[in-house]
């Protein structure tokens, strides 16, 4: 059988499903629940569970620490995780995956540029509506205006630019590293669920991760 490998995203030890399909109510809890079968399946079935090095390893670990997470759950990060750099150099990736990304992003740019176009016509639209009332505070009731506005922008903004693609270089480390060493991408993120299809990479939804761990290790006992 050949060796199973994983790559982890952080979403793959914090994601907030993964504390629902566990049944705890913690961070801490579900990390080291997930950790502790991590170690079991290396210990007995050799399978190893990879996080790029230092892009993802920091943004786990500083998460793990602002959750207030116990020192013994920060060892097992360094211990059962095989921390390892992506080989940027070395990785070979179509050609048409650049294309299609760039083609995405670009896709993504007008679309936020529409947003903020939109964005600014209501709120001049709606202030001045309601500037035409004498009895109201004009700037009061411009910045009612403008507040509502952003909130609406933001969103909106951040759902067509971000949803869906690799917003970040830990994001593109994962995909990498994945990549070079055959392994299986582990994630929550829709972007990198969707570029991972693209490179052809297998893929583990993160609430599913635990659970297919714990059915590799009933298999193994049930042989022993």
């Not at 990879?50 to 013994?72: D, T």
């Not at 670009?106 to 016509?121: D, H, L, P, T, V």
């Amino acid at each position: 059988m050949q060796k199973q490998r994983f790559c982890l995203d952080t979403t793959a030890i914090t994601d907030s499903e993964i504390r629902k399909s566990l049944g705890v109510n913690t961070i801490s809890e579900s990390a080291e629940k997930i950790l502790n079968l991590i170690a079991e399946s290396r210990v007995q079935l050799d399978i190893s569970c990879h996080i790029p090095y230092p892009s993802v390893y920091n943004e786990l670990v500083g998460f793990l620490k602002r959750e207030g997470c116990p020192e013994e759950v920060l060892i097992k990060v360094d211990t059962w995780l095989v921390k390892k750099t992506p080989n940027r150099y070395e990785i070979k990736l179509p050609a048409e995956i650049l294309y299609e990304y760039i083609r995405d992003l670009r896709e993504r740019i007008n679309k936020g540029m529409r947003i903020s176009e939109n964005a600014m016509y209501e709120t001049a639209s709606e202030a001045y509506m309601l500037s035409q009332d004498e009895e109201k505070d004009k700037k009061a009731l411009i910045d009612d205006v403008l507040s509502k506005t952003v909130n609406s922008f933001r969103n909106k903004y951040r759902t067509a630019l971000r949803t869906g693609t690799l917003d970040s270089a830990p994001d593109l480390d994962v995909l990498l590293l994945a990549k070079e060493l055959d392994a299986a991408v582990v994630a929550s993120d829709e972007g990198i669920e969707k570029w991972a299809q693209r490179l052809g990479l297998r893929f583990v939804k993160a609430k599913d991760f635990p659970f297919i761990l714990k059915e590799y290790l009933n298999i193994y006992e049930k042989k022993i």
